[in-house]
């Protein structure tokens, strides 16, 4: 059974930094791309950044560009999201999600970042 | 950026009912290999998104086949035959076709009447 945790959670103020990882579970991590994407409250999915299988390609929403950083560490089947300079808007519900067949296949059950002084 | 439009923001069905909910993009899916990357999620009510249908019209593991989907180029629609209680919540359309940025539609709602 595939199974994606995130942990990370926590309260944060506006300029700081924090990290977000994924475990993985249930297939072989190292040959999927991962995503992470993010649901601010009350509102719809934004997709945010997509490493590949191997890392050697990377890529990011404007939104995060230049703040935020996707990882992998396929030995420990774990994604990371390193996040600089935190704004009140990336306050957010993050889900990491594996691609599948073009898509987002799998989702973990989300770690709640909120940015506020 | 592809702009995903989907309608109707929300609806309201009766059990038994079938609905359909309609996904537009702003440019055509259809990827240089040919396939169309365009993709339905359900996000059930204080639960993470999950897949529902890919590449247009193929079910996830498990999806029962009342749902299905149809569509090409930029016009695309999700089909619930026989609604079930278990299906309310939102329903997003995706694109992974055209990236970065991957976007989603805004979401439907879905109630049981």
């Known amino acids: 059974e595939v199974q994606l945790v995130e942990s990370g959670e926590g309260l944060v103020q506006p300029g700081s930094s924090m990290k977000l990882s994924c475990v993985a579970s249930g297939f072989t991590f190292s040959n999927y791309g991962m995503n992470w994407i993010r649901q601010a409250p009350k509102k719809g999915l934004e997709w945010i950044a997509l490493?590949?299988?191997?890392?050697?390609?990377?890529y990011y929403a404007d939104s995060v560009k230049g703040r935020f950083t996707i990882s992998r560490d396929n030995s420990k089947n774990t994604l990371y999201l390193e996040m600089n300079s935190l704004r009140s808007e990336d306050t957010a519900m993050y889900y990491c999600a594996k691609s599948g067949s073009g898509d987002f296949d799998y989702w973990g059950q989300g770690v709640m970042v909120t940015v506020s002084s | 950026d592809v702009v995903m439009t989907q309608t109707p923001p929300s609806l309201s069905v009766a059990i038994g009912q079938s609905v359909s909910i309609s996904c537009k993009s702003s440019q055509s899916l259809v990827y240089s290999d040919g396939k169309t990357y365009l993709h339905w999620l359900l996000q059930s009510p204080g639960r993470s998104p999950k897949r529902l249908i890919y590449?247009?019209?193929n079910l996830g593991s498990g999806v029962p086949d009342r749902f299905s989907g149809t569509g090409s180029q930029k016009d695309f629609t999700l089909k619930i035959s026989r609604v079930e209680a278990e299906d309310l919540g939102v329903y997003y359309c995706?694109?992974?076709?055209?990236?970065?940025?991957?976007?989603f539609g805004s979401g439907t709602k879905l109630e049981i009447k």
């Open positions: 995706a694109q992974t076709t055209h990236f970065p940025p991957f976007t």
């Open positions: 590449q247009v019209s």
């Open positions: 490493i590949y299988y191997d890392s050697s390609s990377k």
